[in-house]
């Protein structure tokens, strides 16, 4: 059974930074293009981040560009995101996703596989 389970969460104050981290079992992580969404309460799910199988491309929304950073080492299953100069307008659900195409796509409707997400506060 795919299972992704994202870890790292946590309360932090603005300007900050938190690293999330997904791990991957169930699955040839290699041939998975991995991201990151996000969901606030009251909101719609939204793209934040994702990287190709290789590792060679990203691609991040607007809002975090410059902030964030999405890594992954396939020898370890595992994909992170570092957040740096966290802002209120962070704070959010974070899922980790995975689609088994080398193809990025900013639709969360393309991801088939979904962690159960982990909470991140940006106060102030």
């Known amino acids: 059974q795919v299972q992704l389970v994202e870890s790292g969460g946590g309360l932090v104050q603005a300007g900050g930074s938190l690293r999330l981290s997904c791990a991957a079992s169930?699955?040839?992580?290699?041939?998975?293009?991995m991201g990151w969404f996000r969901q606030a309460p009251g909101k719609e799910r939204e793209f934040v981040a994702a990287?190709?199988?290789?590792?060679?491309?990203?691609y991040y929304a607007d809002s975090v560009k410059g902030r964030f950073t999405i890594s992954r080492d396939n020898a370890k299953n595992t994909v992170w995101l570092q957040m740096n100069s966290l802002k209120p307008e962070d704070t959010a659900v974070y899922y980790c996703?995975?689609?088994?195409?080398?193809?990025?796509?900013?639709?969360?409707?393309?991801?088939?596989?979904w962690g159960q997400g982990t909470q991140v506060t940006v106060s102030s």
């Open positions: 996703a995975g689609r088994p195409v080398d193809w990025i796509s900013t639709n969360k409707h393309d991801w088939n596989y």
């Open positions: 169930g699955l040839t992580f290699s041939s998975y293009t």
């Open positions: 990287i190709s199988r290789s590792g060679g491309s990203t």
